[in-house]
Structure formats: C-alpha cells, structure tokens
C-alpha cells in the first residue's frame, strides 16, 4: 500500500492499492472493512506532521524541593520530596530538535535543568508560578533511557520550590509555542486612542504562558507577559484556553478576556481599560529604577524599562543605577515614549554603610565617592553633586554589606536617634520597596515616625527597585508628588524634587491614602488651629482589583483613630475605597499627623504582591499599604511646627534633674514626648535603671509609666543588638 498526500490539504489523503476482483462474502468485506479502517488509522498517525502529535507526559503531578535545611514559607509542608528532581524517560528520537516544557513555582534561587549530564538551561528566577520550555538539540536525547535532573546551584539559605507537568514535545520551540497567533489591541477609552500598557497570559493551569514570537522594538516580552508602548501586540501560543489581563498599573482598571484557541487559529481581540483612580495635582514617580544595561543585574534592558515605564504609567522615573549617571532622555525619544514620562538622573549611592538614591543630578556630572564607611563621609560626598535635592535612605531594614541601617545595632526605632552619633544626612525614605517587602509591612512605617518625631523632616517613599520586565515590576511601589501634571513629559523636575522634599506626597502600594486637616491644609503643610477640636478628611483610592480593609489615624506616631472598612463602602468603578471623617480634640501641644490604609496582597498573577525579600519569619501573608505624608499641627501657635524632641529637650531642661517633677509633668504629654524625655536623660549614664528612677516611674501617671517601660524595651533591644555584633 503506498500512502498520498493531497499537496496543499494535510487533512485529505487518498490510499491507493492494488486488489483482485474475485468476489467477496459479505461478512468477510466487513471485517476486512474494519481492518482496513484500523490501519488506515495507524498509517494516517505515523505519517502525521510532527505539529499534530500530542506531547508526551512524563511527569503529571508537582513535585515539592528544597534547597537548604529549614522550611521557607509555611504554606509549603514541613518535609520537602527531595532537593532535587531526578527523571527517567524512554524516547525514540527523531533527527530535528524536540521540546521540554515544566511547570514551576515559587523559584527564587538558581536551579539548573540538566538533559542526560548535559546543561538545558534554567528555571526562571520568579516566584510566580508559570510554564517554561526548553528547546532540546537534534542529538541530544538518546534512544532508549534518558535522565532529566533538576538541582539548586545555590548555597544561599533554603528554597522551596515546587516543579511538575513536564511534557516533551517532538518539535522545535518555535513551532510548539506558535501554534496560534493572537493579537491583541488596548484602548484608553477615557481618551479614545491606544495606549501603552501591561499584558498578562494566563493559562488554564493558573500559571503564566510562555509566549512565542513577539519581539518588537517597543515591546518586552517575559513569560505571561507583553509590555507594548503603543497598545498593540501580536505574539504566538500553544493551542490551549487562557485568560488575558490588560492593565496600566495601579491608577487604571482591569479589563479581562478568556479565550480557547486552536491550533493555525489567528485571533484578534480588543480590550478597554480607562482611568479609575483620580490623582489630579499629583505626579506618580518611582524613584528607584533600574536596568540590566547599567546595574549588571536583573534582566531588564535599558531599552525594555522605558517601555515597562509607559507601561506602568510611572510620569517621573528615577534612573537609579548603581554608582552611576544614567539619562534616559535620548532613548526615550528614540523609542518615542517621551510624551509618557520626564526621565530624571540619579544615582543608587552603593555604600558599606547603605544604600542611597539621590537626585536630581545635573548632566555630565561625576558620581559621587561611594567609598566612606560613615555617614558623614558619604552624605559630605553627596552633597558636592550638582543640582542635588533628594536624598533617599533605600530599604533601611534589609541587610547589604552586613549592615542594617534601620536596625537595632545600628539606630533606636522609636526615637530615630543613629547609635553611633551620625546626623541622618537624608530627607527622605522607602516606607515601601516593592521588590524587598518586610515580614512586618508597616516596620518601615514606624520606622519613619519615629524619625520624624525626633525632629529629622523626612518624607516617606514608596518604590519598586525593580531590575526586571516581569519579577518585580516597576512602578508598584510608587511616590505621588503633589505638583502640576498635566503634561507628562514635561515636568519640572526641580519644582517636583522641592515639593518631594517638603513631604508633599502620598506613598502608594497598591493604595493612596489623602488627608486633608480642616478641609484646607494637605501632607507637607504646617497647619494653624485654634478650635477646640479639628476635622480630620482620610480618602482611600485604588482601582476595583484591589481591597482595603482598614483605615488609621497617627498622632506623633500613636494611633488615635482607626476604622475598619466594610464593602459596602466601596465605590466600584469610581476609584474610592473609603471616605472616612473624624472629630478630634485640639492636641495640647504640637503633633504630626499621619494617615494609613492597608489591605490584603493580591495573589492573581496581573498585580501578585512579593512575598517578604529577606524574612523575619515565613508567614508568606502580603499586605497593600497607602500612607500620606506628614501635616504639621502648630497648636501652641508660634508659627512653628516643633517636634516631639524638642519639646522633650524644653521639658527635661526645666526640670533640670528633678525626675518626680518631670514625670508629673510628661503626665500632659503623650507618647512620643515621653519617649524623647526618656532617652535624654538615660542615654548618657543609664539613669532610668536605678533603684529610685524605678520607684518614680512605678509611681507615675499609667500612660507615662507604660511609654517609658516602651522606650526601655526598644533600648534594651538595641543594647542586645550591638552586644550580637
């Protein structure tokens, strides 16, 4: 029998034979009939192009490993299967290139994917769970037994991983991962026109699509996800049904599409996504950004982050790289994104002593000496940069170099005071990095009163650090700053750095909290008031994929009002999660205020929220967060907005060592007040610890006995701190 093909139908095949004519019984005609129809079949699949031939399972289920000895995150078991992953598969290969598909899930480290002794590649370093190939050479299986090997190349602390559903194709990548075609258009509707945006490829297992091709000079391709600066983007994918997110990061909605696409389709689809968060009056920066090209690390290119930033809807990027001056403008006008952002030089100032972004930096000037092991050393350094304004204190909790700036050995919390002695040279803060999250979300937080109530005029930042196109995007966490936005391409990015400096701004996390004192005075004022109690307006905005659940007022750092959000509460569509009003007395000498809003991580894969950079414990629980900056409360009226340290320093100088007296009047003060009074007269000689300061402090008001007993708990905490080092 010899088996044709119909040129141009694959599926019409003629049979052609040779047979006698002598006649037949019926019964045998029918089972010959039968007979004939089975090998029919069994010639049509042996001589079926190999696009058409199912991939063979050769694992199904996930497989749980650990690199390292103890358990990473709790929602993994306490055992793991094994810290490696070592497979035997038969095959009979053909003479082309084959594929290997695995499912992975949280890998954070290095794990290498070896083929019979011999390298393949590597697990993507991303903790979201998604679909990754591997293009296997012509040779390179073997006939007969095969061994596939999964295995940590790292030595670095312990990594729960989870990897499964390997599939092995007999066909190259291309052809594998362009079995369909989709394009796929994003329109604004607030303005009418196409825009740049964010895509995200979900499968039907839950996991991120690895994509065929799409590459394209205004595009950023990672697996699940197509950045495109113009709103269009055309990729292929296997045949199969997936969910399909457009979005522009934190101020717009999210528009949503499930698709089934078959193999040879071609599909076009059109989604609409338009402004929900209203930020008028505000420009939404990310002062921490970073590339591949310049930081040597990550996988972003220089060319790939302008259009992620047009993507992400960031108006004042940072260029923030790693001792260097980078401008971003030119390239920006080459891929024609300029209209969507200013690009701002900076620099990440990369010391043993900590990390600092600084801006903005006039061009062609020389960074600055990263070389000094103290603050003065480095912030004199600093400070000799042209047209500098900001200077930020990155991630102040994270250990780099073996210091943690915000530590205990290094700094008391409560009362922001550094324990070597060093003026805190910068004026500004990450309360939120979003690719180096805390275990405790609000640590930074209340890292950042107590700063401020030690008198140090510091605003509080949210970033995203982001070296990546799809790990740790840009703009998650970001910085609105209060000045005029109306054309995103030409801000004034001195004005913007003074205001930013000022504390005219909101940190964002998937959240922007507004306050608003007497309904006229914003963060960054200084406000004036002499009635016996004060408004205070607190407005929580996010687009509708995000949820707040709780709202809060500070007062010096002490919470003074809280509230609970209900659902109901929610405006869908309109961008407001809360509009909450309090009355509260007239504080009796000057106060800051600050108001929070937090509500749960997003776990779905078009916004996922990290789990913690460098935890503390391995509850693996994320948390949005939304602070404003400080208003200043001038309650004696002085014209002045007076910390609370330096109402302590008046008070301890009154009393001048009476303890009985100053503790009788810390009675009228609160907290933070007390705290500041505390750490000046025990700071020098221990003074809080003898026989008769603790018979005194016993017999003092409750609240000024339990701030002092606070105050020696963080000292005592510091105390142990430095002992450890």
Same mark, same amino acid.
Not at 71 to 85: G, I, K, N, V
């Given at each position: 029998?010899?088996?044709?093909?119909?040129?141009?139908?694959?599926?019409?095949?003629?049979?052609?034979?040779?047979?006698?004519?002598?006649?037949?019984?019926?019964?045998?005609?029918?089972?010959?009939?039968?007979?004939?129809?089975?090998?029919?079949?069994?010639?049509?699949?042996?001589?079926?192009?190999?696009?058409?031939?199912?991939?063979?399972?050769?694992?199904?289920?996930?497989?749980?490993?650990?690199?390292?000895?103890?358990?990473?995150?709790?929602?993994?078991?306490?055992?793991?299967?094994?810290?490696?992953?070592?497979?035997?598969?038969?095959?009979?290969?053909?003479?082309?290139?084959?594929?290997?598909? #695995? %499912?992975?899930?949280? *890998?954070?480290?290095?794990?290498?994917?070896?083929?019979? !002794?011999? =390298?393949? &590649? /590597?697990?993507?370093?991303?903790?979201?769970?998604?679909?990754?190939?591997?293009?296997?050479?012509?040779?390179?299986?073997?006939?007969?037994?095969?061994?596939?090997?999964?295995?940590?190349?790292?030595?670095?602390?312990?990594?729960?991983?989870?990897?499964?559903?390997?599939?092995?194709?007999?066909?190259?990548?291309?052809?594998?991962?362009?079995?369909?075609?989709?394009?796929?258009?994003?329109?604004?509707?607030?303005?009418?026109?196409?825009?740049?945006?964010?895509?995200?490829?979900?499968?039907?297992?839950?996991?991120?699509?690895?994509?065929?091709?799409?590459?394209?000079?205004?595009?950023? #391709? %990672?697996?699940?996800? *197509?950045?495109?600066?113009?709103?269009?983007?055309?990729? !292929?994918? =296997?045949? &199969? /049904?997936?969910?399909?997110?457009?979005?522009?990061?934190?101020?717009?909605?999210?528009?949503?599409?499930?698709?089934?696409?078959?193999?040879?389709?071609?599909?076009?689809?059109?989604?609409?996504?338009?402004?929900?968060?209203?930020?008028?009056?505000?420009?939404?920066?990310?002062?921490?950004?970073?590339?591949?090209?310049?930081?040597?690390?990550?996988?972003?290119?220089?060319?790939?982050?302008?259009?992620?930033?047009?993507?992400?809807?960031?108006?004042?990027?940072?260029?923030?790289?790693?001792?260097?001056?980078?401008?971003?403008?030119?390239?920006?006008?080459?891929?024609?994104?300029?209209?969507?952002?200013?690009?701002?030089?900076?620099?990440?100032?990369?010391?043993?002593?900590?990390?600092?972004?600084?801006?903005?930096?006039?061009?062609?000037?020389?960074?600055?000496?990263?070389?000094?092991?103290?603050?003065?050393?480095?912030?004199?350094?600093?400070?000799?940069?042209?047209?500098?304004?900001?200077?930020?204190?990155?991630?102040?909790?994270?250990?780099?170099?073996?210091?943690?700036?915000?530590?205990?050995?290094?700094?008391?919390?409560?009362?922001?005071?550094?324990?070597?002695?060093?003026?805190?040279?910068?004026?500004?803060?990450?309360?939120?990095?979003?690719?180096?999250?805390?275990?405790?979300?609000?640590?930074?937080?209340?890292?950042?009163?107590?700063?401020?109530?030690?008198?140090?005029?510091?605003?509080?930042?949210?970033?995203?650090?982001?070296?990546?196109?799809?790990?740790?995007?840009?703009?998650?966490?970001?910085?609105?700053?209060?000045?005029?936005?109306?054309?995103?391409?030409?801000?004034?990015?001195?004005?913007?750095?003074?205001?930013?400096?000022?504390?005219?701004?909101?940190?964002?996390?998937?959240?922007?909290?507004?306050?608003?004192?007497?309904?006229?005075?914003?963060?960054?004022?200084?406000?004036?008031?002499?009635?016996?109690?004060?408004?205070?307006?607190?407005?929580?905005?996010?687009?509708?994929?995000?949820?707040?659940?709780?709202?809060?007022?500070?007062?010096?750092?002490?919470?003074?009002?809280?509230?609970?959000?209900?659902?109901?509460?929610?405006?869908?569509?309109?961008?407001?999660?809360?509009?909450?009003?309090?009355?509260?007395?007239?504080?009796?000498?000057?106060?800051?205020?600050?108001?929070?809003?937090?509500?749960?991580?997003?776990?779905?894969?078009?916004?996922?929220?990290?789990?913690?950079?460098?935890?503390?414990?391995?509850?693996?629980?994320?948390?949005?967060?939304?602070?404003?900056?400080?208003?200043?409360?001038?309650?004696?009226?002085?014209?002045?907005?007076?910390?609370?340290?330096?109402?302590?320093?008046?008070?301890?100088?009154?009393?001048?060592?009476?303890?009985?007296?100053?503790?009788?009047?810390?009675?009228?003060?609160?907290?933070?007040?007390?705290?500041?009074?505390?750490?000046?007269?025990?700071?020098?000689?221990?003074?809080?610890?003898?026989?008769?300061?603790?018979?005194?402090?016993?017999?003092?008001?409750?609240?000024?006995?339990?701030?002092?007993?606070?105050?020696?708990?963080?000292?005592?905490?510091?105390?142990?701190?430095?002992?450890?080092?």
């Amino acid at each position: 029998m010899t088996l044709h093909r119909q040129p141009g139908d694959p599926s019409k095949r003629v049979a052609r034979h040779h047979t006698t004519t002598r006649s037949v019984p019926s019964h045998q005609r029918a089972q010959r009939s039968r007979c004939g129809a089975l090998l029919w079949v069994a010639l049509l699949t042996l001589h079926l192009p190999a696009a058409d031939v199912a991939p063979r399972l050769l694992l199904e289920s996930m497989r749980h490993l650990r690199s390292g000895p103890t358990r990473e995150w709790s929602d993994f078991p306490e055992l793991a299967q094994s810290d490696h992953l070592e497979l035997h598969f038969a095959a009979s290969p053909g003479g082309t290139s084959s594929t290997l598909s #695995v %499912r992975q899930q949280d *890998v954070k480290q290095n794990w290498s994917v070896r083929l019979n !002794g011999k =390298p393949l &590649g /590597k697990l993507r370093q991303n903790e979201n769970a998604m679909r990754v190939y591997f293009e296997v050479p012509a040779g390179r299986l073997r006939r007969g037994d095969n061994t596939l090997h999964i295995a940590s190349t790292s030595r670095r602390g312990s990594d729960d991983i989870r990897v499964g559903a390997i599939a092995l194709y007999e066909r190259s990548l291309d052809r594998v991962l362009n079995e369909t075609t989709l394009q796929v258009d994003v329109v604004d509707t607030t303005r009418g026109e196409p825009t740049p945006c964010r895509l995200t490829i979900v499968n039907a297992a839950g996991a991120l699509q690895s994509l065929g091709a799409a590459a394209g000079p205004q595009r950023a #391709v %990672r697996p699940g996800i *197509v950045y495109t600066a113009t709103g269009r983007a055309q990729f !292929g994918l =296997p045949a &199969g /049904k997936y969910t399909i997110y457009a979005g522009r990061g934190f101020e717009y909605s999210l528009a949503t599409a499930q698709l089934s696409l078959r193999r040879g389709e071609q599909r076009q689809l059109t989604l609409n996504i338009r402004r929900e968060v209203d930020t008028t009056g505000y420009v939404a920066c990310d002062p921490h950004v970073h590339s591949r090209t310049h930081s040597g690390h990550g996988d972003a290119t220089v060319q790939e982050r302008m259009i992620t930033l047009a993507g992400e809807g960031i108006e004042l990027p940072i260029a923030t790289d790693h001792n260097r001056h980078v401008d971003h403008a030119p390239l920006a006008r080459q891929l024609n994104v300029q209209s969507y952002f200013t690009p701002v030089i900076g620099n990440e100032v990369t010391t043993a002593v900590g990390h600092f972004n600084i801006f903005p930096v006039a061009a062609g000037s020389p960074p600055p000496d990263h070389r000094g092991t103290h603050w003065p050393d480095v912030f004199r350094a600093i400070r000799r940069v042209p047209g500098l304004q900001v200077i930020i204190l990155n991630h102040g909790r994270d250990l780099h170099s073996g210091v943690r700036p915000l530590g205990p050995a290094w700094h008391n919390a409560l009362v922001g005071e550094n324990l070597r002695g060093w003026e805190i040279g910068f004026n500004a803060m990450e309360i939120v990095n979003s690719a180096a999250t805390q275990s405790d979300p609000l640590q930074l937080f209340h890292d950042w009163l107590g700063l401020l109530n030690r008198g140090w005029r510091v605003a509080p930042i949210g970033s995203s650090d982001s070296h990546d196109v799809g790990r740790h995007f840009v703009g998650q966490g970001r910085t609105y700053i209060r000045c005029p936005d109306g054309a995103a391409g030409k801000i004034d990015i001195t004005a913007a750095a003074r205001q930013l400096t000022a504390g005219r701004v909101l940190m964002s996390y998937g959240l922007l909290t507004e306050l608003t004192v007497a309904q006229k005075y914003l963060p960054g004022d200084r406000a004036s008031l002499d009635t016996p109690t004060i408004r205070v307006d607190v407005r929580v905005r996010g687009p509708h994929w995000v949820r707040a659940d709780r709202v809060a007022l500070f007062a010096n750092g002490q919470l003074c009002r809280e509230h609970q959000i209900a659902a109901d509460e929610t405006m869908p569509g309109a961008g407001i999660l809360c509009q909450q009003t309090w009355e509260i007395p007239r504080p009796g000498h000057d106060v800051h205020l600050v108001a929070l809003a937090t509500g749960p991580g997003i776990r779905p894969l078009y916004w996922p929220t990290a789990k913690p950079y460098q935890p503390t414990s391995n509850d693996p629980t994320t948390t949005l967060v939304g602070c404003s900056g400080a208003i200043w409360l001038d309650v004696d009226g002085d014209g002045q907005s007076t910390s609370a340290y330096s109402i302590a320093q008046k008070l301890v100088a009154a009393a001048d060592g009476d303890l009985q007296r100053l503790l009788a009047t810390l009675a009228d003060y609160d907290a933070a007040v007390v705290a500041q009074a505390a750490h000046q007269l025990h700071r020098a000689d221990e003074l809080l610890l003898t026989t008769d300061a603790q018979r005194a402090i016993r017999a003092a008001a409750p609240a000024t006995r339990d701030a002092i007993g606070r105050y020696l708990q963080a000292w005592r905490e510091t105390e142990l701190a430095r002992r450890d080092r």
